[in-house]
């Protein structure tokens, strides 16, 4: 599973190292490849096999129903296979552009994916996840979690 929050800089091409520790998650599954998309204000990115999931689901989904067709068309067509390379992997230009991401970035583990965000709109989004995190755990503890 992808764990933990690290800062680090794309190079003028585009590339981010991978941390040690979800390059140990990839080896795991013998996958070098990552998926990338959209998603609010960052980009996610997938091991291939946890894609293929998100992907079979989606093609199940109906074709008349205006909330999928929106989640097709934005998430969905964003998606992109990006292979790892000496450990960094290249994020296209129109995933950079959409996620405002500038040089400083952070990897957020989320478990099954990653997100990859500019610091800056970090620092703001893990403000707002602070301020509204004793809400959000009661909600969970109701659940089990």
Not at 48 to 71: C, G, M, Q
Not at 109 to 117: A, H, N, S, V, Y
Request: glycine residues 4%.
């Amino acid at each position: 599973m992808f764990r933990g929050r690290s800062k680090h800089n794309l190079d003028e091409k585009g590339r981010l190292a991978i941390p040690a520790r979800f390059k140990e998650v990839m080896n795991k599954t013998n996958d070098q490849c990552l998926v990338l998309t959209n998603h609010f204000n960052c980009i996610w990115a997938f091991l291939s096999d946890d894609w293929k999931i998100i992907e079979e689901k989606a093609a199940n989904l109906s074709l008349f129903d205006r909330a999928v067709n929106t989640y097709r068309r934005y998430f969905i067509s964003g998606a992109q296979e990006c292979p790892l390379k000496q450990g960094r992997v290249t994020i296209p230009p129109d995933l950079r552009e959409i996620a405002g991401l500038k040089k400083e970035v952070v990897l957020v583990g989320e478990l099954k994916l990653f997100e990859i965000w500019d610091r800056e709109e970090w620092e703001k989004e893990f403000e707002r996840a602070k301020a509204t995190f004793p809400e959000a755990s009661q909600s969970l503890s109701e659940l089990g979690i």
